[in-house]
């Protein structure tokens, strides 16, 4: 909630500081601001990424793609695509609950490391 939060905020201040810009100033560009937030949210979702060093396996990479599927969703709000943003919120909710389920039932999909701890 806080990463959607942020990104949301960033993306309005953005939007804000565009909008009062005066002519002169420096250039106020929307679509650095996405990258610069894409930049850090990959950061923490590779903090989130883990592996073993046993098996070598990753664990974490659902955890990750999470992590950056809620800060485009508050990039989205940010710039007012509401419509847009509750549908990418609500296919990650399916996707999120489709995997875990299925691991849950199936532990062959987990890549044989037995029954799923449901973080990915």
């Known amino acids: 909630m806080l990463i959607c939060l942020g990104c949301c905020a960033l993306t309005m201040l953005t939007l ?5 810009a005066q002519e002169g100033t420096a250039a106020v560009d929307p679509s650095r601001t996405i990258q610069g937030i894409v930049g850090g949210i990959g950061f923490l979702g590779a903090g989130a990424i883990m592996s073993t060093t046993e098996t070598g396996k ?14 485009v969703v508050g990039i989205a709000v940010g710039f007012g695509f509401i419509a847009e943003a509750a549908s990418v919120a609500l ?3 399916l996707i999120l609950t489709i995997v875990d389920w299925a691991q849950q039932h199936r532990p062959d999909l987990d890549n044989g490391r037995g029954t799923s701890d449901g973080e990915d």
């Open 58 to 71: 990753l664990r974490g990479v659902g955890s990750g793609a999470a992590i950056w599927v809620v800060g």
């Open 16 to 20: 804000n500081l565009a909008a009062t």
């Open 91 to 93: 296919l990650a909710f």
